[in-house]
């Protein structure tokens, strides 16, 4: 029998976020890290925004994107552990001995650590809002940074994936941790571009999507609609996501070498 | 596309091949009826769970072809998957979900409607005596909780073949019986073929009608449990006088129906060249010149015999199987 | 109990430590690339910094950070010999110790000197790249001798109390329990910023930690100012007396645990 692709997808989902959401290790750090970073970062740089050139007058308006992207990156981490350890276990088998379509199995799969990421970006903007950060976009800014949070996540999570799929292991998926960690520190996360005074780490900063992902979030939060902004960062965001996709599916198809 | 088979599953030139590996399964032919329980014996790296992975279309083979009721493992590997259920060597359970969401789980990737996966997915559990435990994460249940979860699963879409890789390692002998009751009652009830690799003796004698020895990747014997005992030979009688001085007497009596073999040193063994039938003629001998025995012995051949004869070595689990036999002698004979 | 059987069982201990240590890449590389890639990331990226009204630092912005690192490497050097030991009693290998050694505390020893080895290996690497990246050290030789001093005395009571959480647990679990509070002890003090330029509660925070004093006098130290230097070098004597005691009573803990 022909198994309908939302029934398997839907079915995987369910599994993955139940999954998810039931190991409170995975959760938590993923929501208070983040913002005990914020709260540290905030008060520890506020005299930042004395600089001549800084955007905003509240450094935890500028700091708030980067909960978002630490959020994503424990994503990554989360969803390349799952998928690792279904491989470990055995239950990648299982799987593959159902009519289970690879498309309904790397979007379920994926769905998890997207609700995940759901839950943060409703956290941080209650807590960074009520704490006094500022959204110079208005109310409609906010499914916008949901949207690119999410879109960040799925190519950080689809990176993870493919990790997985393509080594099996989860002590390789481990190791991303340095490279992401490596990825957000030479950004622009803790001062704006045109203020890093190191020409080599400006120019990395400038050449590192993650910058762009983040200066689009805090556009949001600082400018309020700034086109280019926005759409360089969708476009950092909606890049990582395609390209970590098509390498998760490829490796998936080579994982899943099934007739 | 056809699915009428005479064999369940059949197998010609099987073969796989690692990367920069050994040649894991070397040649394998193999024809399994509908309703058959075979049984794949042999020790750890023979090639019984690539065999498996192949057959189940996890693991594309390297040459030959093998069909799966009917279907072509490599091009219709969609259609094998649809006819076949598996449990294999990891229990392969998510410890984040309860046994009936997992029920509820592989019955929806099967494509069962909503309704029909609450039911089977209950009676499934009733059968395999979880239902007591179906609420509780997996995480939490005993090794045979979990492989009897894995058998469950297994059957939840009704396939008509189910592969059975090692389902007792490491299980203790209540649930390792409980789960042989299973797969026997799923056999004469619902006439399902059942593939089955282990590395002991007496899961293969129990459960399998007809068994493919393996080793090195290939078939070195196959019949049924009579067939390939009976090409060891007859079985050994062996005997302990009561009375030490009484061996070489005791020794020319047992000389008179078969040829000695080696056993123990206080006693006399040999293989009775008439068969079993002729042990009471031994015992009448021996009462007519008067011996008195202190032990007689029968011992049947075993599988691992049909292993040491084909391959020089003996079977892992046979080796456990047997130091505990020998603290249980079964067979005893007292003249 | 002989002098020399403590000497033995503190070499054997400690060179066990240090050979898993360097032989072992996954353990190895995170503990130089950490502090190499704070460094980079802090020194690099918020240069800038320095120009903020009210930053008074004359050696300069990399060294101001150097001290940081300095501290950083030190602590966590302790928490990640602190991992070792709960390795150690996870694998069963601390009972073989617990059982062949004629004096237990001179375990504790052993693994107090392999921290302190691993961290004189990493400071080493540290003050190379930081020397590299044009950083000037405006204290002399004896200041010089406070400055790794400090550090160094700062590893010794992050070992013994990573080792005592270690010993309590038993378990690699215990992880988060080191790294959590070392973590926040390190960045609730003047990390990005001297403590005049801290806002809000962070500031409030920075001034009870005992941290902030020891990393104002490195600072002093390498300025050539050694201002707080008495204060530090008492606080850290307290706390490492504390953290003595505190190891010993969690080896008593294991002892029982053991028989």
């Not at chain 1, 450094?59 to 390349?80: H, N, P």
């Not at chain 2, 992975?53 to 219709?76: C, K, N, S, W, Y």
């Not at chain 3, 709960?86 to 004096?103: I, Q, T, V, W």
Request: aromatic share 8%.
């Amino acid at each position: 029998m022909s198994v309908a692709l939302t029934l398997q997808v839907g079915t995987v989902a369910r599994r993955s976020i139940l999954r998810t959401l039931r190991q409170p290790a995975m959760v938590v750090p993923a929501l208070i890290f983040p913002m005990l970073l914020l709260a540290i970062n905030s008060g520890g740089l506020d005299s930042a925004t004395n600089l001549p050139g800084f955007p905003t007058d509240s450094y935890l308006t500028f700091a708030l994107a980067l909960t978002f992207l630490q959020g994503t990156m424990f994503a990554a981490m989360s969803a390349g552990t799952n998928v690792a350890t279904d491989i470990e276990t055995g239950f990648f088998n299982r799987l593959s001995l159902t009519p289970l379509r690879r498309v309904a199995l790397l979007v379920g799969q994926l769905s998890g650590v997207i609700v995940l990421a759901l839950l943060q970006a409703t956290t941080f903007l209650v807590v960074g809002l009520s704490a006094g950060a500022s959204l110079e976009a208005g109310p409609l800014g906010i499914p916008v940074i949901v949207a690119l949070s999410l879109l960040t996540t799925l190519g950080f999570g689809s990176l993870g994936a493919f990790v997985a799929l393509r080594t099996g292991s989860g002590e390789t998926v481990q190791g991303l941790f340095p490279l992401m960690f490596a990825a957000l520190f030479l950004s622009s996360m803790a001062l704006p571009r045109n203020l890093i005074e190191i020409d080599w780490f400006r120019t990395v900063a400038t050449w590192n999507p993650v910058s762009y992902m983040l200066e689009g979030i805090r556009s949001l939060l600082i400018d309020g609609w700034n086109g280019e902004a926005l759409a360089l960062g969708f476009l950092a965001s909606g890049g990582l996501a395609v390209i970590a996709l098509a390498a998760a599916a490829s490796a998936l198809k080579t994982r899943m070498v099934r007739a | 596309m056809s699915n009428r088979y005479a064999a369940a599953i059949e197998a010609e030139g099987l073969v796989r091949v690692f990367k920069k590996g050994p040649r894991a399964v070397d040649g394998i032919d193999l024809q399994v009826a509908p309703g058959e329980v075979y049984g794949f014996l042999g020790p750890n790296g023979a090639g019984k769970s690539t065999t498996v992975h192949m057959l189940t279309t996890l693991l594309p083979p390297t040459e030959g072809t093998a069909r799966v009721a009917g279907f072509d493992i490599v091009h219709q590997g969609a259609e094998v998957r649809t006819a076949i259920g598996a449990a294999l060597q990891e229990a392969a359970l998510d410890p984040f979900l309860t046994g009936r969401e997992h029920m509820r789980f592989q019955a929806a990737l099967h494509g069962l409607p909503r309704g029909e996966r609450r039911q089977r997915g209950d009676e499934l559990l009733e059968r395999l005596g979880l239902s007591d435990a179906a609420d509780r994460k997996v995480g939490g249940y005993s090794g045979g909780m979990k492989r009897r979860l894995d058998l469950a699963l297994a059957l939840v879409h009704e396939p008509r073949i189910l592969f059975l890789d090692e389902p007792t390692t490491g299980l203790d002998p209540q649930s390792r019986t409980a789960l042989w009751e299973e797969v026997q009652r799923l056999v004469a009830d619902r006439g399902v073929t059942v593939f089955l690799t282990t590395q002991y003796l007496e899961e293969a004698d129990v459960l399998a009608r007809r068994i493919g020895i393996i080793d090195n990747g290939q078939i070195v014997a196959e019949g049924t449990t009579y067939e390939l005992k009976a090409q060891i030979g007859q079985p050994s009688v062996e005997a302990i006088p009561a009375e030490a001085e009484d061996l070489a007497r005791l020794t020319a009596v047992l000389e008179r129906f078969g040829e000695p073999v080696p056993g123990t040193p206080r006693g006399a063994t040999v293989r009775l060249s008439g068969g079993e039938a002729t042990l009471a003629d031994v015992v009448r001998a021996l009462d007519a010149e008067d011996l008195q025995v202190e032990h007689l012995q029968l011992h049947q051949p075993t599988l691992n015999d049909v292993f040491l004869a084909k391959t020089g070595r003996s079977l892992e689990g046979a080796r456990q199987e047997e130091e505990q036999a020998r603290e249980e002698p079964t067979e005893r004979v007292a003249a | 109990m002989s002098a020399r059987g403590i000497r033995s069982v503190v070499l054997g201990v400690a060179w066990r430590n240090l050979h898993s240590f360097f032989s072992n890449p996954a353990l190895f590389v995170p503990a130089m690339i950490f502090p190499l890639f704070f460094f980079t990331a802090f020194a690099g990226g918020l240069s800038r910094i320095e120009n903020v009204p009210g930053f008074n630092f004359p050696p300069g912005y990399t060294a101001f950070e150097y001290a940081f690192v300095l501290l950083q490497a030190s602590a966590f050097g302790g928490v990640f010999t602190g991992f070792a030991v709960a390795r150690d009693f996870e694998s069963g290998f601390a009972r073989r110790m617990l059982m062949a050694a004629p004096s237990r505390r001179a375990l504790i020893a052993g693994y107090a000197l392999s921290g302190l080895v691993r961290a004189l290996f990493t400071i080493g690497v540290v003050t190379t790249v930081a020397f590299l990246a044009g950083m000037k050290l405006h204290g002399d030789g004896l200041e010089l001798v406070g400055l790794y001093t400090l550090a160094l005395l700062v590893n010794f009571s992050a070992v013994l109390f990573g080792t005592g959480v270690a010993m309590r647990l038993r378990t690699f679990q215990a992880a988060p329990a080191m790294q959590v509070p070392v973590f926040l002890t390190l960045f609730l003090a003047p990390v990005y910023v001297p403590l005049g330029l801290l806002a809000g509660w962070v500031h409030a925070a920075a001034k009870l930690n005992p941290l902030t004093v020891v990393l104002e006098a490195e600072r002093g130290f390498i300025a050539g100012d050694p201002a707080k230097a008495g204060l530090a070098f008492g606080l850290l004597a307290g706390i490492g007396a504390l953290f003595i005691l505190w190891a010993l009573r969690s080896l008593r803990s294991a002892e029982q645990a053991t028989v």
